[in-house]
């Protein structure tokens, strides 16, 4: 089992607005990060008219690395994420998987971030340079209080 700790906090108020740091943040189950502009109440997420089952939805929080940022020299919230973490190695953490913080917080890892345009803003070929290793998605599966210092552990799906 992996253990990791959380080094930071960040919300998205608006798109392309700075990120908020924070040194404590509301997880809500099913929704998101309160305050985050990806959280989605019950009421606007759209089910498939068609599946049997409904889709969690897969973008309500991004975690990144602290490690994967030393390595590309970007510091803590530049690509982005809601949780930096350190001690985590996220190559070996696959969708369907689970992140329980101290807090009872758990996160359901949903997939893999694909870098976007945003990267080249901050470095030509940065884009290309860590496509796969932009960080992880993830779901509310139990909402609480997640603090910086948090640890947080990793349990296979």
Known sequence: ?????????????????????VDDANFITYEGIEGD?????????????????????KRQVLLM??????????????????????????????????LTFESGVILEITGICDPCSFMEGIREGLRDDIDGRRGLLAFVQNGGSVQVGNSINVESA
């Open 37 to 57: 502009r990806h959280r989605k109440s019950a009421e606007q997420i759209q089910y498939s008219s068609v599946a049997s089952v409904s889709s969690v939805p």
């Open 65 to 98: 690395d602290l490690e994967t940022l030393k390595e590309f020299d970007l510091f803590s919230g530049q690509v982005r994420e809601n949780v930096t973490v350190e001690g985590l190695d996220f190559s070996k953490i696959n969708t369907g998987d689970t």
């Open 1 to 21: 089992m992996q253990n990791g700790t959380v080094v930071s906090l960040r919300i998205c108020e608006k798109s392309r607005a700075p990120m908020k740091e």
